[in-house]
């Protein structure tokens, strides 16, 4: 499975980017997915992630009510809608997949067996 971060950029404190991960993958739509991201100097953190289906997500509690999570699996591509945006969510966002099919929402980097090359999100003040 290989996987394509793109959305990306400078954005003031207070405003909008949406993040788009594609799979390169006939067999997404089985994977759960996940949004991490590390800032210089941090270890990689869990930030959303979405079930298979799309029915289920999870969020960090840094980012829930301003980020959210979905997938359209008929694109391959999962989405990271991130509104209210404030400097501390700088850092380099990656996606992932799960290492197996039909899992639960993996909170951990060592649930996910492929990851995407990051896309770098800078948020001024």
């Known amino acids: 499975v290989q996987l394509q971060a793109s959305g990306g950029g400078l954005v003031q404190a207070g405003g909008s980017l949406r993040l788009s991960c594609i799979a390169s993958?006939?067999?997404?739509?089985?994977?759960?997915m996940g949004w991490f991201r590390q800032a210089p100097g941090n270890e990689r953190e869990f930030v959303a992630g979405?079930?298979?289906?799309?029915?289920?997500?999870n969020y960090a509690e840094s980012v829930r009510g301003r980020f959210t999570v979905s997938r359209d699996n008929a694109k391959d591509t999962v989405y990271l809608q991130m509104n209210s945006l404030k400097p501390e969510d700088t850092a380099v966002y990656y996606c992932?997949?799960?290492?197996?099919?039909?899992?639960?929402?993996?909170?951990?980097?060592?649930?996910?067996?492929?990851w995407g090359q990051g896309t770098l999100v800078t948020v001024s003040s």
């Open positions: 979405i079930n298979w289906s799309g029915r289920t997500t």
């Open positions: 993958t006939r067999t997404f739509s089985v994977y759960a």
């Open positions: 992932a997949a799960d290492r197996n099919p039909y899992n639960v929402i993996n909170t951990t980097p060592r649930g996910y067996g492929y």
